[in-house]
């Protein structure tokens, strides 16, 4: 069995993909907490020994890290022979989902709610800008989910493991009710919390948290 250890923060949802991801392909990682508040991180030190792309979250294979999430999944994806789809259109589709939601919803998701919860001050006016574009994609997610059980199908695949991890933190941190706003969106994310071994984001990623404004 491959030894993994995720260096990660509680609130990173894209530590929580992994750690998912992982879990639900039946591996154990070690967990590494990682001080992203107190600016780790950002540090030359930090960046030489970890990531010099300077982010979280990092996956050790043994003496090898892997950085970006997308292509970890991909990685895990085709080890375990799991989410991945089932012919050539599917794995298209997967990868033109995965590119949109790195840019697009993870993305401005994130930093939306970084700045709606984890910050003491945000800019009005940014969070406006950043809601709006939220709301944008995840009305074309509600969209797409209105039709059929999965972002690809009728199966799960690593871009529902992508798309919902921001999607599946408490109410109080990204503003959104799903159960109120985005019903397809809620039964989607109820249909991947009943999946074999699924856990929440900090039941997966303990340690210590960010203070929190909202």
Request: hydrophobic share 40%; aromatic share 14%.
């Amino acid at each position: 069995m491959t030894h993994y250890r995720l260096h990660y923060f509680p609130e990173s949802g894209n530590s929580y993909k992994l750690a998912l991801m992982l879990t639900l392909c039946g591996q154990k990682f070690e967990p590494v907490w990682t001080d992203f508040g107190g600016g780790i991180t950002r540090t030359p030190e930090w960046r030489a020994s970890v990531n010099p792309m300077g982010e979280i979250p990092v996956l050790e294979e043994y003496d090898r890290k892997l950085t970006q999430t997308a292509p970890i999944l991909l990685r895990l994806s085709q080890r375990y022979g799991r989410f991945g789809g089932t012919n050539e259109d599917e794995r298209y589709e997967i990868l033109r989902w995965l590119f949109w939601d790195n840019q697009k919803l993870s993305s401005f998701m994130a930093t939306y709610r970084y700045m709606h919860a984890f910050t003491p001050s945000p800019d009005p006016a940014v969070l406006k800008f950043l809601k709006w574009r939220v709301d944008d994609f995840l009305r074309i997610l509600e969209t797409r989910l209105a039709g059929q059980k999965f972002v690809i199908g009728e199966e799960p695949t690593i871009v529902d493991i992508s798309m919902m991890a921001y999607l599946s933190f408490p109410v109080v941190e990204s503003g959104y009710d799903f159960a109120l706003s985005h019903p397809a969106i809620d039964a989607w994310l109820k249909r991947l919390a009943a999946l074999p071994g699924w856990k929440a984001p900090y039941d997966l990623l303990p340690g210590k948290r960010l203070q929190m404004y909202a």
